[in-house]
């Protein structure tokens, strides 16, 4: 059997700007699945970058 090794990612904090449209979908739909707005954000980021083009 497998052993779990719990690690933990490094991260870093960053600021950005959005509109406040932008903003409040982003908080609705995290609320939806009922995590927090900067999860929801990172997991965003990840799908977007898996599914570019690579010649982007």
């Known amino acids: 059997m497998e052993r ?3 690690k ?3 991260k870093e904090v960053i600021s950005i700007r959005i509109s406040t449209d932008l903003l409040a ?3 609705r ?3 939806s ?3 927090s707005r900067n999860e929801f ?3 965003c980021i990840v ?3 898996k599914h ?3 010649n982007a």
């Open 4 to 6: 779990f090794f719990p």
């Open 8 to 10: 933990k990612q490094e």
């Open 25 to 27: 979908t982003v908080d």
């Open 29 to 31: 739909k995290s609320a």
């Open 33 to 35: 699945f009922d995590i």
């Open 41 to 43: 954000i990172n997991q």
């Open 47 to 49: 799908f977007a970058l």
């Open 52 to 54: 570019m083009e690579d």
